[in-house]
């Protein structure tokens, strides 16, 4: 009976030993995983906020670049006007020089 219960015994201690190498083991598995956890909403956290800073300097960019179209598209039109006004001076400039040698025949018809 002494045997037995000896037997019965170190079965029980080998099982408690057993349980709580088991409970150590998975206890050191969740704390890994949890930490794991963290550190990937902590780097979720900063990519997020990396995003929006992104975002807001593309925005910042993208005003800019309207602002610059808007700026490009007065200079095409500002252009425009001074061609059309170039173009028109140089046929005034014309008529002015036929003008001034009609007048330059007629003096010397007249001398």
């Given at each position: 009976?002494?045997?037995?219960?000896?037997?019965?015994?170190?079965?029980?201690?080998i099982?408690?030993?057993?349980?709580?190498?088991?409970m150590?083991?998975?206890?050191?598995?969740?704390?890994?995983?949890?930490?794991e956890?963290?550190?990937?909403?902590?780097?979720?956290?900063?990519?997020?906020?990396?995003?929006?800073?992104?975002?807001?300097?593309?925005?910042?960019?993208?005003?800019?670049?309207?602002?610059?179209?808007?700026?490009?598209?007065?200079?095409?039109?500002?252009?425009?006007?001074?061609?059309?006004?170039?173009?028109?001076?140089?046929?005034?400039?014309?008529?002015?020089?036929?003008?001034?040698?009609?007048?330059?025949?007629?003096?010397?018809?007249?001398?």
């Amino acid at each position: 009976m002494i045997i037995f219960n000896w037997i019965f015994l170190t079965i029980v201690i080998i099982v408690i030993l057993v349980l709580i190498f088991k409970m150590f083991y998975y206890k050191h598995l969740h704390d890994k995983t949890v930490a794991e956890r963290n550190q990937l909403k902590d780097a979720l956290k900063e990519a997020e906020i990396l995003i929006k800073k992104y975002q807001i300097q593309l925005q910042r960019s993208l005003g800019n670049m309207g602002l610059l179209d808007e700026e490009v598209r007065k200079l095409k039109a500002d252009l425009k006007a001074i061609k059309s006004r170039n173009s028109q001076l140089r046929v005034e400039n014309e008529q002015l020089k036929r003008r001034i040698r009609e007048l330059e025949n007629k003096i010397e018809a007249l001398l």
